[in-house]
């Protein structure tokens, strides 16, 4: 497996959660590594995403200011902090990679991402 998505949970409407994402394969060959999210009877969506190389982060305007992607290149690790979440967050969280170059204009696009982990269920609710 070469990635993998853990730490959801159950949170209540204006807390906050820290997912992680294993990248057992991770190399500076890397074009983007990102998080995408998919809500129940909805498409799967990009919520962020690094570009590797110069280290630029992009976010979806849903999650811009109360979401933070980071990762650690030593460890492997990739992660985003969710601060203030609502009960529109509730999701399954993917984490996925891509070696492709991709425009900016298509950072969070689905199609674009070539390797995906198995998805952290993030519920929020009180």
């Known amino acids: 497996v070469q990635l993998q998505a853990f730490g959801g949970g159950l949170v209540q409407p204006g807390g906050s959660l820290k997912l992680s994402c294993a990248m057992s394969r991770f190399s500076l060959n890397y074009y983007n590594i990102g998080w995408f999210r998919q809500a129940p009877g909805k498409l799967r969506e990009g919520v962020a995403c690094i570009r590797v190389r110069s280290g630029e982060l992009y976010y979806a305007n849903s999650v811009k200011d109360r979401f933070t992607v980071s990762r650690d290149n030593a460890k492997k690790m990739m992660y985003v902090r969710m601060n203030s979440l609502s009960p529109e967050d509730t999701a399954v969280y993917y984490c996925?990679?891509?070696?492709?170059?991709?425009?900016?204009?298509?950072?969070?696009?689905?199609?674009?991402?070539?390797?995906w982990g198995q998805g952290t269920e993030v519920t929020v609710s009180s």
């Open positions: 996925a990679s891509t070696s492709r170059a991709i425009l900016t204009a298509v950072n969070l696009h689905t199609l674009h991402y070539d390797y």
